[in-house]
């Protein structure tokens, strides 16, 4: 069993920074395919970025050059560091892991309960 725990949320002005941190426990994030997913009030949950057990990463197009997700296998966390934030990144913002590479179609099973990231005009 995976356990996530989502921190780093909170208010920041358009053009901010704001590093969001997942503290996983039960399974090694090394051996795991995870992600980061957001979803805004009144708007479906899209995916934000993933990155692989090779490390390999991908990542919406919306956050492409502004967001980058990474993972310290030491310290067992996955981040994602979001730089020039938009007020249509406003959303809450989930890490989800599964024990499939990321490229399976296989859903992700583990998720956390979430940090909310606001974006100000």
């Known amino acids: 069993q995976v356990q996530l725990i989502e921190s780093g949320g909170g208010t920041v002005q358009a053009g901010g920074s704001l590093r969001l941190s997942c503290a996983a426990s039960?399974?090694?994030?090394?051996?795991?395919?995870m992600g980061w997913f957001r979803q805004a009030p009144g708007k479906e949950r899209e995916g934000v970025a993933a990155?692989?057990?090779?490390?390999?990463?991908s990542y919406a197009d919306s956050v492409k050059g502004r967001f980058t997700i990474s993972k310290d296998n030491a310290k067992n966390r996955l981040y994602l560091q979001m730089n020039s934030l938009k007020p249509e990144d406003t959303a809450m913002y989930y890490c989800?892991?599964?024990?499939?590479?990321?490229?399976?179609?296989?859903?992700?099973?583990?998720w956390g309960q979430g940090t909310q990231v606001t974006v100000s005009s």
């Open positions: 990155v692989d057990s090779d490390g390999s990463s």
């Open positions: 989800a892991a599964k024990q499939w590479a990321c490229w399976d179609r296989r859903e992700f099973g583990y």
């Open positions: 039960g399974y090694r994030v090394s051996t795991l395919c």
